[in-house]
């Protein structure tokens, strides 16, 4: 199916973006609508919140196999998860879309700015907002504060659910066959999310077996991950 698309209003006339991505079926949609506007654009991979590391490693090579589909340059920044877990502490029990979060938006932000001043980026922009589940003026908060630490830099708050992005989102991530993540990412997001399924009667989560558009595989290395394995 072809997709019908305008050219996206980059702003300040810039054509060169440096795109944080926290998975490939948030960023799967963001991709293709930037390539279909000509925009020059390079993958950030920094996202040390991710627990545990096989689940980071899962969702890290499936960003990477769709990026070298398209031929887009890929950054794979640090996994600093004694740094993300030093930051969150006292924060262990906030709820999604609360402090702690701010806080993991702020911290991989931080370095995507960082990066993007170093590499002659004008602007970037994240693949988070486009999940339903994220709080869309939060996300644009923290990226607007990085970016106001290097002149010129401008962080693109542009809404990637619109105009049916939403939708290809999902139609993307069938189509490639997407892991299926079943938590935001950190260790008390897992802790939480598997409290609510224990409380409704389902499993705990199983890493490694859910992909979109496809049965559940069995992975004899699947596993329910400890969530309380963390630093600290
Ligand atoms: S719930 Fe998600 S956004 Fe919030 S701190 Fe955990 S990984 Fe970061």
Redesign the pocket.
């Known amino acids: 199916m072809t997709i019908e698309r305008k050219p996206l209003p980059l702003p300040g006339g810039q054509r060169k973006v440096l795109l944080h991505s926290c998975c490939a079926p948030c960023s799967g949609e963001v991709m293709e609508a930037m390539q279909a506007s000509g925009i020059d654009f390079t993958i950030f991979f920094y996202n040390p919140?991710?627990h545990p590391l096989k689940e980071y490693e899962l969702r890290k090579d499936e960003n990477i196999r769709f990026a070298e589909q398209f031929g887009i340059p890929f950054v794979d920044a640090d996994y600093d998860r004694d740094d993300w877990f030093a930051r969150?502490k006292g924060m262990e029990n906030e709820p999604?879309r609360g402090i702690?979060?701010t806080?993991?938006?702020d911290m991989r932000f931080e370095r995507t700015a960082l990066y993007a001043h170093e590499h002659g980026f004008p602007v970037m922009t994240s693949s988070l907002g486009i999940s339903r589940w994220k709080n869309m003026q939060q996300i644009n908060e923290c990226g607007i504060r990085a970016a106001a630490h290097y002149p010129g830099l401008i962080y693109w708050d542009y809404n990637w659910r619109k105009g049916g992005g939403s939708a290809r989102m999902i139609e993307i991530s069938k189509r490639e066959n997407f892991y299926q993540q079943e938590y935001?990412?950190?260790a008390?997001?897992l802790r939480d999310t598997n409290r609510h399924r224990e409380a409704t009667g389902r499993p705990r989560i199983r890493l490694g077996e859910s992909y979109y558009g496809q049965p559940p595989r069995e992975d004899p290395t699947a596993s329910a991950p400890d969530e309380t394995d963390s630093p600290g």
């Open positions: 919140n991710i969150a999604e702690r979060c806080m993991c938006f935001c990412g950190c008390y997001s």
